[in-house]
Nanobody, 127 residues
Framework: QVQLVESGGGSVQAGGSLRLSCAAS????????MGWFRQAAGKGREGVAF???????FYTDSVKGRFTISKDNAKNTLYLQMNSLQPEDTAMYYC?????????????????????WGQGTQVTVSS
């Protein structure tokens, strides 16, 4: 099992930046598909950005060019750098890990494919 703890959320004005972190513990973290989901009030959980075991990255269209996902295997930490934030980015952001997918595979954007979840960190962007 992978245990995940997010941090780095907060409140910013439109155009601002935040960096989310997700500290991971557990076997095989570096080989997993890991990523970030978000859930706005009254909406479903949406896949935002993912990185597989060999470092390939995947983004939903609405964040391409603004968000960057990365990981530091030495620190067992996943990051999401969020630039040019907009009010529609306001949501609870969750870190997740898929323990079943090959490290070379593409990463799914579907929440049901992920077995391990953090508790979430709130991001609020004001206009």
């Amino acid at each position: 099992q992978v245990q995940l703890v997010e941090s780095g959320g907060g409140s910013v004005q439109a155009g601002g930046s935040l960096r989310l972190s997700c500290a991971a513990s557990g076997y095989g973290y570096s080989r997993l598909c890991m990523g970030w989901f978000r859930q706005a009030a009254g909406k479903g959980r949406e896949g935002v950005a993912f990185i597989n075991g060999v470092g390939s990255t995947f983004y939903t269209d609405s964040v391409k060019g603004r968000f960057t996902i990365s990981k530091d295997n030495a620190k067992n930490t996943l990051y999401l750098q969020m630039n040019s934030l907009q009010p529609e980015d306001t949501a609870m952001y969750y870190c997740a890990a898929d323990r079943l997918r090959s490290e070379y595979s593409w990463c799914s954007f579907l929440k049901d494919e992920y077995e391990d979840w953090g508790q979430g960190t709130q991001v609020t962007v004001s206009s």
